[in-house]
């Protein structure tokens, strides 16, 4: 199961690079999320993501970080459908107005995430 790990790590960095390159991107995909209630398809998506982390990460060399990330993405995937949707598009629309540095910011986060799991697997 270390390879679903490595997978995960893989896209979450590459995800990362693409927007830090153009943070433009992160706007698109919020605002093909904001319709209709494609954001509980995120939420979804987060907890099954998470889900296989938490699983897989037994078989880690360094299993309490998978374990970590796992269970920090399954709870934002749980937070999506206790706040509701208009308080997940206000928090879109809050993180779209941040500065472009800002964005890159947690951009670069994502990408070291993705690096973490990739190392821990």
Do not use: C
Not at 51 to 70: E, H, K, N, S, T
């Amino acid at each position: 199961m270390p390879y679903v790990i490595k997978t995960i790590g893989i896209i979450f960095a590459i995800m990362g690079v693409v927007f830090a390159t153009v943070p433009a991107l992160m706007t698109r995909l919020f605002d093909f999320v904001k319709q209709g209630r494609r954001i509980y398809a995120i939420g979804v998506i987060r907890i099954v993501v998470g889900a296989l982390l938490i699983m897989a990460a037994q078989q880690a060399a360094l299993p309490w970080m998978p374990g970590v990330i796992g269970g920090v993405i399954v709870i934002s995937g749980i937070l999506i459908f206790a706040l509701g949707q208009s308080r997940n598009h206000a928090f879109m629309e809050w993180w779209e107005r941040k500065p472009e540095g800002t964005k890159r910011f947690g951009a670069i986060v994502l990408s070291v995430l993705g690096v973490l799991l990739i190392y821990g697997a």
